[in-house]
């Protein structure tokens, strides 16, 4: 309160000085302009009545001349007019001016002795005049002289006018500048200034429901907002975890698994032993935009799952560097920490040029194995020389790996996934200390379709160098087991799940990959925000359905929106009711099948629209872009069902964080029986995406669900994702990784 008395005093201050520095200088200037104009009409008027005195003036009678006086009395402002002989005595004088004023003689007696007019003011008792004399001459010399006097009173009267105006300008402005700076000052610097210090109070006092989020309207206070945001967040990470650890104490081993709890099982279990991450796609990816390096994260499951898992444990991953300013952030070893608002681990990125991206990545990666493991009705293409690039990029990531291990003796190595399939041997051919795990995120096939590889042989060998192999279910090792049976010269111990190839034995086992949870996104979207959100996509139905894919023919998109078409023609009172958002983020788009796909996306969304839009309303909205993690969020937590339809799906983590996200326990999922999460997202309603029928049924069913049975299976989904988040999912990658070795 007293610094904003002190400022508005300043203020006040500073205006007063303003106002009374512009008053003086008006005042100056009106009063200077005042006096002359009456110095002219009084030189006009004495020259006139000059003309009328002087002629004989010597010869004229007093009378006469006290009746010319007389005549001129009473004229606006003319205070009265006075004649004198050459010894400044008086001959006539009006009746209105004393007689005998010396201020009046000194007047005429300069004007005749300098032969000229000549003016001041004087007083008159209290009356302000201007005096002004002229000589008057006969053909010789000076006679005598014409005096006349105007009331200069008016000037002081207009100069106090302009003070008095002004200063009750002051007046006003200043009570207005004042009473505007409190409503600014409280509005922009004390509301938001009160609201942080609320949250940052409750946040303290263990409240986490308080948010920050009002105070984001204020564009002076948004970056503040951010950082106290993250502030808040850490210090509610900090509490959860100290709970949680005093708890792990007390509570059996399988209770909630949190980044905290993961952190001091690695301490305990790997004893100082550092986690080196492998993979293709790395975690941030920063980029150019219109002058300004930024970053965003990937729509990826991978890097989804991974990510929070690195945070926990801190270490190195290694990537792909793809982002066009990727180059520019990394120090001399092509290293950066992140995440870039909070470091917590090293990402080391891989250049790789763009024939090798073309044929390793593009090229067997994905129009090879990626179609061989998916059961998505897309014929595989192998070329040889995509394949070449294939071994040499898997080279270049295991000597970067090489280096960065080399002087650990018993590091732990996780490769993750189907582009990396030959480093586990590339790597423990040349460091047989370190413990290498290998994750495949993707189905494994039967051994009929995998037989097809060419290089079927190479691929299953590189993945035999890893001590232990997870995939997301057990079938997926079923077929891995019978495919290395089929294809190469080993021992199988089906006890034991293990493959021994030559002097080197490695185990196969699912784990099935999960994500963060609680996932930091906890507020439920409030009304309000729901409303903003539909509106900006014109948006105003009551019944909203989300689909939420990178743009991959195995994703199953066109039999959703086949699925919304026999929905809306099956149950046609929910058409104006019900919209379907599908955000479909660009993936893989050197890959002409995947441009036709995307292509083919539009084009059936806009079939479906046109049939059955109507003036107001359209059934499907495509958003065709990449959403962050936190946009995404707000689409999951106003969506009424969220629609799952991969035909054919590792896990679909998709599934996992609507229900995640889902903390108010509404809203259906609807679930692929093609996915690895349809195995323990029970609740869901499972369907398969080739039926149309079925689909549209569930959806019918999702909207038509009692808020009581919504919130039972969706508390039950999330106890499931809650008990085996990812950092479970890590620690029994790491568990058993340790026991290996
Ligand atoms: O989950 C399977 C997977 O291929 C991951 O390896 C990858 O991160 C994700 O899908 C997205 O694909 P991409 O990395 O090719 O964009």
């Avoid at 509301?191 to 920050?212: D, F, Y």
Wanted: hydrophobic share 40%.
């Amino acid at each position: 309160m007293k610094q904003i008395l002190v400022t508005i005093l300043i203020i006040v201050a500073v205006i007063a000085l303003i106002v009374i520095a512009f008053t003086i200088n008006q005042v100056g200037q009106e009063e200077q302009r005042m006096k002359t104009d009456l110095q002219y009409r009084s030189t006009l008027l004495a020259e006139s009545l000059k003309e009328t005195v002087e002629p004989n003036f010597i010869n004229k009678s007093e009378n006469y001349l006290q009746n010319v006086v007389e005549k001129f009395t009473d004229k606006e402002r003319f205070a009265g007019l006075g004649i004198y002989d050459n010894k400044t005595k008086v001959i006539a004088v009006s009746s209105t001016i004393p007689e005998a004023t010396s201020a009046a003689q000194e007047v005429v007696a300069n004007a005749m002795d300098a032969d000229k007019a000549n003016g001041d003011f004087a007083k008159f008792g209290s009356r302000k005049v201007y005096l002004l004399a002229v000589p008057l001459h006969d053909d010789k010399s000076v006679v005598g002289a014409l005096m006349v006097a105007q009331n200069a009173g008016y000037i002081d009267d207009r100069l106090n006018e302009i003070w008095k105006n002004n200063l009750i300008r002051l007046l006003i402005q200043a009570s207005l500048l004042s009473f505007a700076t409190i409503l600014l000052i409280r509005w922009i610097i004390y509301e938001p200034i009160r609201g942080l210090v609320e949250t940052l109070r409750l946040a303290r006092m263990g409240n986490e429901g308080q948010s920050t989020k009002g105070l984001t309207n204020s564009l002076f206070f948004r970056p503040l907002v951010k950082e106290i945001s993250n502030i808040k967040r850490s210090l509610m990470d900090a509490r959860i975890s100290a709970s949680e650890e005093a708890r792990l104490r007390l509570e059996k081993l399988d209770s909630p698994w949190t980044a905290e709890r993961l952190k001091e099982f690695i301490k305990e279990t790997l004893k100082g032993r550092t986690i080196f991450m492998v993979s293709n796609r790395e975690p941030y990816i920063h980029i150019k935009n219109r002058g300004k390096i930024e970053f965003y994260f990937p729509a990826s499951g991978l890097a989804t799952a991974i990510e929070p898992v690195m945070r926990s444990c801190g270490g190195v991953w290694i990537a792909h560097g793809s982002g066009d300013a990727d180059r520019l952030v990394v120090d001399n070893s092509n290293k950066i920490n992140v995440p870039p608002d909070e470091p917590k681990y090293t990402l080391r990125r891989i250049w790789l040029t763009e024939e090798e991206e073309t044929g390793y990545y593009y090229g067997f990666s994905n129009e090879g194995l990626w179609p061989i493991c998916h059961i998505a009705h897309n014929r595989p293409t192998f070329r040889k020389e995509d394949w070449e690039k294939y071994v040499s990029v898997n080279q270049k990531f295991a000597d970067t790996v090489l280096s960065e291990i080399k002087n650990h003796d018993r590091p732990i190595v996780l490769i993750q996934d189907f582009q990396l399939a030959l480093v586990p041997r590339m790597v423990k051919a040349e460091h047989p200390g370190a413990v290498i795990g290998l994750f495949w995120h993707i189905p494994w096939p039967n051994p009929e379709s995998f037989s097809i590889c060419p290089w079927k042989k190479e691929i299953l060998e590189g993945m035999l160098g890893a001590d232990l192999i997870g995939f997301q279910t057990q079938l997926y090792c079923n077929n891995f087991i019978e495919t290395v049976g089929r294809e190469l010269e080993s021992l199988i111990d089906f006890e034991r799940f293990a493959i021994t190839k030559g002097s080197h034995t490695s185990y196969i086992k699912p784990f099935p990959i999960s994500i963060a949870f609680p996932n930091g996104f906890d507020e439920t979207e409030n009304q309000d925000g729901k409303e903003k959100l539909l509106k900006s996509l014109g948006i105003k139905t009551k019944y909203i359905g989300l689909g939420i894919d990178r743009l991959d023919y195995t994703k199953g998109i066109l039999e959703r929106l086949k699925a919304i078409e026999i929905f809306l023609n099956k149950y046609p009172s929910y058409r104006e009711n019900f919209t379907f958002i599908q955000i479909a983020a660009p993936s893989r788009t050197k890959i002409q099948k995947y441009r036709d796909f995307a292509i083919e996306v539009e084009e059936e969304t806009n079939r479906i629209n046109s049939l059955l839009k109507t003036k107001s309303w359209k059934p499907i909205v495509l958003l065709g872009k990449h959403h962050s993690h936190e946009e995404i969020q707000r689409f999951y937590r106003l969506a009424d069902f969220c629609l799952v339809t991969s035909l054919h799906d590792g896990m679909n983590l998709v599934a996992k964080e609507y229900v995640a996200s889902r903390s108010d326990e509404k809203g259906v999922l609807i679930l692929s029986q093609y996915t690895g999460a349809s195995r323990e997202l029970k609740d869901a309603l499972i369907v398969n995406p080739y039926n149309g029928e079925q689909t549209a049924n569930a959806i019918k069913e999702a909207l038509q669900m009692t808020t009581k049975k919504q919130t039972k299976r969706m508390h039950d989904m999330r106890e499931i994702i809650k008990n085996y988040n990812v950092y479970r999912w890590s620690a029994e990658l790491l568990k058993t990784i340790a026991d290996l070795g």
